[in-house]
T-cell receptor, first 114, second 117 residues
Framework: ETGVTQTPRHLVMGMTNKKSLKCEQH?????MYWYKQSAKKPLELMFV???????ENNSVPSRFSPECPNSSHLFLHLHTLQPEDSALYLC?????????????FGPGTRLTVT | AQSVAQPEDQVNVAEGNPLTVKCTYS??????LFWYVQYPNRGLQFLLK??????LVKGSYGFEAEFNKSQTSFHLKKPSALVSDSALYFC???????????????FGKGTKLSVIP
């Protein structure tokens, strides 16, 4: 295991639902990330948090709302999603923001929007 | 802008044979290069990285990668493939000249490796 956990592993939600994805890292890292992985497309970086402050938001629609209450936990709040939002959502963490630090990924949440 | 290309969607290799998964990159500054592996229904696992120094980098599970600055390549290699190496492999790059405030780790589209028994 990588030391990064995500719950739930699978989620099916309707377009009018509100749900949240949770990520927890047990590595003592200072930076956390949300990625979207869709079939046949490269990983898309969504949000970056460093020391609980959001440092990057890659033009993500407002129906995705991140929250980082402390350096170990990261949430992604979802509301009024579209079917094209169905994907694998991956959380990652790294020791810091410096270029040389590799990222450690959780197993992902498989999201299906109906 | 930084970019990375994995020219092969799929690589097939017989068990026990050497394997190579190709990656080329484009950056304006010094490259910081990474390889990750993804098994079915799992997240990405870090394999190895090149930051500076020796062009041959050794990583987890017997994998290694060779940094070639003139060819802007960072191919992943293993001397003897195992069936358990079958997975999706991603190359990623960060640009050392990207400036403060840019945290983008750019991934390739991935190469599916199948090791045939």
């Amino acid at each position: 295991e990588t030391g990064v956990t995500q719950t739930p592993r699978h989620l099916v939600m309707g377009m009018t639902n509100k749900k949240s994805l949770k990520c927890e890292q047990h590595l003592g890292h200072n930076a956390m990330y949300w990625y979207k992985q869709s079939a046949k497309k490269p990983l898309e970086l969504m949000f970056v948090y460093s020391l609980e402050e959001r440092v990057e938001n890659n033009s993500v629609p407002s129906r995705f709302s991140p929250e980082c209450p402390n350096s170990s936990h990261l949430f992604l709040h979802l509301h009024t999603l579209q079917p094209e939002d169905s994907a694998l959502y991956l959380c990652a963490s790294s020791q810091g923001m410096s270029l040389q630090y590799e990222q450690y990924f959780g197993p992902g949440t498989r999201l299906t929007v109906t | 802008a930084q970019s990375v290309a994995q020219p092969e969607d799929q690589v097939n290799v017989a068990e026990g044979n050497p394997l190579t998964v190709k990656c080329t990159y484009s950056v304006s500054g010094n490259p910081y290069l990474f390889w990750y592996v993804q098994y079915p229904n799992r997240g990405l696992q870090f394999l190895l990285k090149y930051i500076t120094g020796d062009n041959l980098v050794k990583g987890s599970y017997g994998f290694e990668a060779e940094f070639n600055k003139s060819q802007t390549s960072f191919h992943l290699k293993k001397p003897s493939a195992l069936v358990s190496d079958s997975a999706l492999y991603f190359c990623a790059v960060r640009d050392g000249n990207s400036g403060a405030g840019s945290y983008q780790l750019t991934f390739g589209k991935g190469t599916k490796l199948s090791v045939i028994p």
